[in-house]
């Protein structure tokens, strides 16, 4: 794995170059934020060019890349708070949805609210980042893991008795 470093918006970006070959390129930015990998690749017709991505062209692949998923997080990142009551109440529309009877109803309306859901926290329009059916299934880990932390501090707050004890002492 090869390491990569350059500032964009005055900020120092630091990623890894995982797999690097002619046609497919994957990357990860490591810093300032750790976050999921990133890829492009090229197909069928366009293999013919001599642009692949061994070339200059790759390089300014792995800069896009990293700025891309650098955009991403960045997003997450600021709107965190707001980002999270959406994700409860995406949540509490999933739950509702499942009440419906006809299944094919069902996974079209959870499809839609995914959809719905990822248009609002990333307006591409005002923001100029589209996500990815790629970056879905992270966000989601990353949301759902800070809701169970959450949660976590939350009980651990009003049941543990030992906390309670500290409480008291203190």
């Known amino acids: 794995m090869t390491h990569i470093e350059f500032i964009y918006d005055s900020v120092l970006l630091k990623g890894l170059i995982l797999k ?13 934020f750790e976050t999921w990998e990133n890829y492009t690749m090229i197909s069928g017709m366009c293999r013919g060019t001599p642009n692949h991505l061994l070339t ?3 390089d300014k692949c792995i800069t896009r890349l990293l700025i891309e ?8 990142h600021k709107r965190f708070d707001s980002v999270i009551k959406e994700y409860i109440s995406y949540k509490e529309e999933l ?15 959870k499809s839609k ?7 609002d926290l990333f307006i591409t329009s005002v923001t100029g980042v589209f ?9 989601f880990e990353i949301l759902e893991n800070h809701l169970i932390e959450r949660d976590l ?4 707050k009003t049941r543990d008795p030992v906390y309670a004890y500290l409480r008291i002492v203190k």
């Open 20 to 32: 690097r070959t002619a046609f497919y390129l994957e990357v990860q930015l490591i810093s300032p």
């Open 56 to 58: 200059e062209h790759g």
């Open 69 to 76: 998923s650098y955009e991403r997080f960045k997003i997450l």
């Open 95 to 109: 739950i509702a949805a499942h009440d419906i009877a006809d299944i094919k109803m069902r996974n079209t309306i």
């Open 113 to 119: 609210l995914e959809d719905w859901f990822f248009d």
């Open 131 to 139: 996500p990815t059916q790629g970056d879905r299934a992270p966000i």
């Open 153 to 156: 501090r939350t009980y651990r």
